[in-house]
């Protein structure tokens, strides 16, 4: 059972100094937005009813720069969604957080670690990170387009973790939806 109140005292904060002087988690919900069940077939293939039937919940660890998310869709068991993993160039601009027009100013690599868990290597400008993805069933295959990957999967749910550290830090590894949403501040 995962306590709401919980998740959303920890996702209240989107202003990063004032999460830091309270000694709390600050969510860009702008750029968490990207993370979810985007990629949907064309329009005749599914109905609003069908697109409304799926259920997400995040859960984002207090101390770690990990976000874990459960996915729950008949659509993804049927094949008609999956989950799409995209990463955007960064943008100046005042809540702007994400430039999409941009993809050849930023690189981005697949690396898979086993079947159930792949890493992502970033390069923007001088700026670099890996981003590790766990997941408890499916596949991770590129995208349509640059910087654009999916995650299949023939279950109703899926789990997904996504850590991230710099260039040269220490790897995370392997996560699970539970051990985020169970972890205490500290």
């Known amino acids: 059972m995962i306590d709401r109140q919980s998740v959303v005292r920890r996702h209240s904060f989107h202003d990063q100094g004032a999460a830091r002087r309270a000694g709390r988690l600050a969510v860009n919900t702008a750029t968490m937005a990207s993370w979810g069940w985007h990629s949907m077939p064309s329009q005749e293939e599914f109905t609003l009813d069908q697109a409304m039937s799926a259920h997400q919940t995040t859960v ?103 850590g991230f550290w710099p260039a040269g830090g220490t790897a995370l590894g392997r996560a699970s939806f539970a051990k985020l949403r169970d972890r205490k501040p500290g």
């Open 60 to 162: 984002a660890d207090p101390s770690r720069a990990q976000v874990a998310f459960r996915v729950e869709s008949a659509l993804l068991a049927s094949g008609q969604a999956g989950i799409a993993v995209r990463f955007p160039y960064a943008s100046d601009g005042f809540f702007q957080t994400s430039d999409w027009s941009s993809p050849g100013r930023h690189d981005t690599a697949l690396h898979r670690v086993d079947e159930r868990a792949c890493r992502f290597t970033r390069i923007l400008d001088q700026a670099a990170y890996t981003m590790r993805l766990d997941f408890t069933s499916g596949q991770i295959s590129p995208g349509d387009g640059p910087h654009e990957f999916v995650l299949s999967s023939k279950a109703a749910a899926i789990e997904i973790v996504a």
